[in-house]
């Protein structure tokens, strides 16, 4: 099995990585939360996860991976301050949040799969999980790290011996980091502890609320990430991934409840992208305006060249947006397909010897902290070498099961091809037309023109003569 080394954020080193159990790896994702589009910047980061998941894979090993879909109302703050995304989703397009949740969640995987990224074994929505969230924070109550204040039930943090395992952060700094406007929760014990369970909050007007033995109310912020992983993955997590505005207060408290719940260490890896910025800096959802796939597909970019663009940098780095840069990727990006289907199809490999050494350098790339950008010169050595093209077309199709840029698909525009027979038949009706013309029988060409409107064609008079697209 080839060794991985991984940058930890738990222990802030880059570490040779070794599942709990050999040959197997446990991996958490912190999934989306649906109340909006996915912006690019999400899904860089799951771009990165989907590297990372599918090169274990690929390096042999057996991945179960589990993702949670943030689909219940919470607040983005642990003061019961900040806004409740799903309520405020809801209200902007006069919809339930069930509905809202449902159409953002078909949204988030449609723009997964238009990027391909593989869809992780486990998706499980929050919603479906509330007894055991309940379960967790009566077994937390049990153990006293956690108490009832207000009608909420906040975790105690000041029970553990140690809380920022995750973050550099330390009690002064999270003081300056704390925002003059946001108002402190005066049921906490302590600055940094958080609800689990709300049953009395500023955002009252919850349309999802459960039974509970507090009362009516609804889950915190971080226990459905904890509850959800330990339900399918087991009490000893490999992997835990996300963004890294993740790593406080969220990964830090899911630690905080994991461990008090089990009594013993979680997860051992960390996996943590950095951001995408723009110039205004971080992409997010709550700015209004922000980049979606589907807005660079009306601009024209293939959404592969925006995957390229991010294995192009490494993912610790945060990652500035332009479309100036974008427009280079995609670029590059149609000249390796082109060339790339311009290698002859037929024969088999015939360097064993050639293969053996590029696999060895992309497992070396990949192998370094996940380096894509380097894995991609690997991708040009090959193209460039004198290997034959049996031997090159193998070697890109085994890189791109990780790289995963389609790059065999032969089609790197987003022009639409044309059948011929669709062809033929739109310059054919077309003559037809400009005969009916010539002959002033407007009728029959009005008619034509409908007929072509029909299959979808939309024709265009220039002084050139009649071009035409096909439109749907
Ligand atoms: P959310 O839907 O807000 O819960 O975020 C989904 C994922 O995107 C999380 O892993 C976040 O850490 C990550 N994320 C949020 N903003 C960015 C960004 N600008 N660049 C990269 N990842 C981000
Ligand atoms: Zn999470």
């Not at 023109?449 to 939309?458: D, M, N, P, T, Y």
Request: aromatic residues 10%.
């Amino acid at each position: 099995m080839t060794e991985l080394n991984l940058y930890n954020t738990l222990t802030k080193k880059v570490e040779i990585f070794k599942p709990n159990e050999d040959g197997k790896v446990q991996m958490y994702t912190c999934g989306p939360t649906v109340y909006h589009f996915a912006h690019i910047g999400n899904l860089r980061s799951y771009i990165m996860e989907d590297v990372l998941e599918k090169y274990l894979m690929y390096a042999g090993y057996n991945v179960k991976r589990v993702m949670n879909i943030t689909d219940v109302g919470h607040l983005t703050s642990d003061a019961d301050s900040g806004e409740d995304k799903m309520l405020k989703g809801a209200k902007r397009e006069h919809k339930t949040v069930m509905e809202i949740a449902a159409f953002y969640r078909e949204a988030f995987f449609s723009d997964c799969s238009k990027l391909n990224i593989k869809t992780p074994g486990v998706v499980e929505p929050a919603t479906n999980c509330i007894p055991g969230f309940i379960h967790m924070i009566e077994e937390l109550i049990k153990k006293d790290y956690a108490y009832l204040a207000g009608g909420n039930v906040y975790f105690d943090t000041s029970k553990l011996k140690e809380y920022y395992v995750l973050s550099n952060q330390n009690e002064e700094e999270l003081k300056v980091g704390v925002r003059d406007d946001v108002e402190e929760d005066t049921n906490k014990r302590n600055k940094t502890d958080f609800v689990l369970w709300f049953t009395k909050s500023k955002f009252d007007e919850q349309e999802l609320k459960w039974d509970s033995p507090w009362g009516m109310g609804y889950p915190g912020w971080h226990i459905e990430c904890s509850c959800i992983s330990i339900k399918h993955l087991g009490e000893y997590l490999d992997i835990h991934c996300g963004g890294v505005d993740n790593i406080f207060p969220h990964h830090t408290n899911e630690i905080a409840q994991s461990e008090a719940y089990l009594g013993h260490k979680w997860c051992n890896y960390w996996f943590h992208v950095q951001h995408l910025n723009d110039q205004t800096g971080k992409m997010s959802k709550s700015k209004g305006e922000f980049l979606t796939v589907s807005l660079l597909e009306e601009k024209g970019y293939n959404p592969m060249v925006y995957r390229m663009f991010c294995l192009q940098s490494h993912y610790r780095k945060p990652l500035l947006f332009s479309f100036d840069v974008l427009d280079n990727v995609k670029i590059a990006y149609e000249k390796l397909v082109n060339r790339i289907a311009a290698l002859g199809s037929d024969g088999v490999p015939a360097s064993q010897d050639g293969i053996d050494k590029f696999k060895k350098q992309f497992n070396e790339a990949m192998g370094n902290d996940l380096n894509t950008s380097q894995a991609l010169t690997v991708l040009y050595d090959v193209l460039k070498s004198g290997l034959d093209d049996a031997s090159k077309r193998f070697l890109i199709e085994d890189f791109d099961k990780v790289l995963s840029l389609r790059l065999l698909d032969g089609n790197a525009s987003m022009e639409q091809e044309v059948d011929s027979e669709l062809e033929e038949m739109a310059d054919r009706l077309i003559a037809e037309r400009n005969e009916a013309r010539k002959n002033k029988d407007f009728a029959k060409a009005d008619a034509i023109r409908e007929e072509l409107a029909q299959k979808g064609i939309e024709i265009k008079d220039t002084r050139e003569g009649t071009i035409w697209k096909l439109v749907k």
